[in-house]
């Protein structure tokens, strides 16, 4: 088994860099991305170079580092008058994963309880223990996640995964993929059915391309093969991801989940989203709230190296979707599984680790 790629990597102290894995690439190249500026870290989350909740969050908290690093000996009200632009600027990247603004928030948290200090000095490395605190966190979240949704798969299983959840997603081990890693730890068998997901292909090109690393045994599916293959009795669970979760368990993530959610219920799937608790909104009482990305019509109609659509042709082009609470069974957190997912459920689970000390 090959090791695991590394996302996400700060080099260096307070002056340091940023490096990514240029997501964009795979599975054909594995190239790094260094990030000297903010505005870079931000084109690389609008682009989709690191993406996936947890990671938008973790590079983002890098980010404030990165543009904070001029003002570092400035006086602590220019440092925290910086911070506020930058905090804004990264919030603008992207819209709907909730981790990118959980992860900004916290940094602006800790650079507020020390804005006494006389310079940004202080408060800037204190940014820098934050944004590894909360990288470090994620790495164990996602193991725990794995721990937790392990014994719901039976040995044998057919998963069905929709998009990418993997380490490329996260700090490193991923929330859905986390519990199919953990199977194979285990040594149970698995057979994972990973939807191509249309537009992008971050199930063809990333989810494929961890499993194959990780030798599980992985068939790619075009994402209209779902309900056929569910049909035949190939699957026996489905486990996604999330980008955004709110009070009542209703569910954003990656579009065309909600089909998914549908056609298990058709079928008597069970239906798991695996996720964090920093993937929960409980601000928000329903998914009805949740902003959904809309992003360029080109990645529609131009795909497989050329254009697949006539010029002038209306495009439709939402990034995420709803899945509602009542079509998922189980959501698997680092602090156990919610089922059934009702808000009493939910925020007995969650409440207690967002709240803030
Ligand atoms: C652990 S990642 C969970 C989600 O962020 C993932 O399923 C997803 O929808 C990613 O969308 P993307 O547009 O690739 O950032």
């Known amino acids: 088994m090959k090791s695991p790629l590394e996302t996400i990597r700060w080099q260096g102290e307070a002056s340091g860099t940023l490096t990514l894995i240029d997501q964009t690439l795979l599975p054909l190249e594995i190239k790094e991305l260094d990030c000297h500026d903010v505005e870079s870290v931000w084109e690389a989350i609008k682009q989709l170079r690191v993406r996936g909740a947890p990671a938008i969050g973790i590079a983002a908290a890098y980010g404030l580092v990165l543009g904070l690093q001029d003002v570092a000996m400035k006086d602590s009200a220019e440092f925290m008058a910086r911070l506020d632009e930058l905090h804004a600027f990264l919030?603008?990247?992207?819209?709907?994963?909730?981790?990118?603004?959980?992860?900004?928030?916290?940094?602006?948290?800790?650079?507020?309880?020390?804005?006494?200090?006389?310079?940004?000095?202080?408060?800037?490395?204190?940014?820098?223990?934050?944004?590894?605190?909360?990288?470090?966190?994620?790495?164990?979240?996602?193991?725990?996640?794995?721990?937790?949704?392990?014994?719901?798969?039976?040995?044998?299983s057919g998963i069905l995964t929709h998009c990418n959840a993997g380490g490329l997603a996260t700090a490193e081990y991923g929330t859905a993929l986390s519990i199919m890693f953990t199977c194979q730890d285990e040594g149970k068998p698995i057979h994972v059915f990973v939807d191509e997901t249309r537009p992008l292909l971050q199930g063809a090109r990333l989810?494929?391309?961890?499993?194959?690393?990780?030798?599980?045994?992985?068939?790619?599916?075009?994402d209209s093969m779902a309900a056929q293959v569910m049909r035949e009795g190939k699957v026996q669970a489905v486990i996604v991801g999330a980008d955004r979760i709110t009070a009542n368990g209703d569910t954003a993530n990656k579009i065309g989940t909600?089909?998914?959610?549908?056609?298990?219920?058709?079928?008597?799937?069970p239906f798991y989203v695996a996720a964090p608790t920093t993937t929960f909104d409980l601000t928000l009482e329903t998914g009805e709230g949740i902003p959904?990305?809309?992003?360029?019509?080109?990645?529609?109609?131009?795909?497989?190296?050329?254009?697949?659509?006539?010029?002038?042709?209306?495009?439709?082009?939402?990034?995420?979707?709803?899945?509602?609470?009542?079509?998922?069974?189980?959501?698997?957190?680092?602090?156990?599984?919610?089922?059934p997912v009702t808000r009493d459920n939910v925020v007995a689970l969650v409440a207690p680790a967002l709240a803030t000390p």
């Open 292 to 339: 959904i990305e809309q992003r360029s019509g080109t990645e529609i109609t131009h795909g497989f190296g050329r254009q697949t659509a006539p010029a002038g042709v209306e495009v439709y082009n939402p990034a995420f979707d709803v899945t509602p609470a009542e079509l998922i069974t189980g959501i698997v957190t680092e602090r156990g599984v919610i089922s």
């Open 91 to 156: 919030a603008s990247s992207r819209p709907t994963a909730v981790n990118l603004f959980w992860a900004l928030d916290r940094m602006r948290r800790r650079a507020t309880q020390l804005a006494s200090q006389p310079s940004g000095k202080v408060i800037h490395l204190a940014l820098l223990e934050e944004a590894r605190a909360i990288h470090d966190e994620d790495r164990q979240l996602c193991r725990a996640i794995g721990k937790h949704g392990s014994p719901l798969i039976a040995a044998g």
């Open 258 to 269: 909600y089909s998914v959610a549908t056609l298990a219920k058709a079928h008597g799937i």
């Open 207 to 222: 989810t494929a391309f961890e499993l194959v690393q990780r030798g599980i045994r992985a068939t790619l599916i075009c």
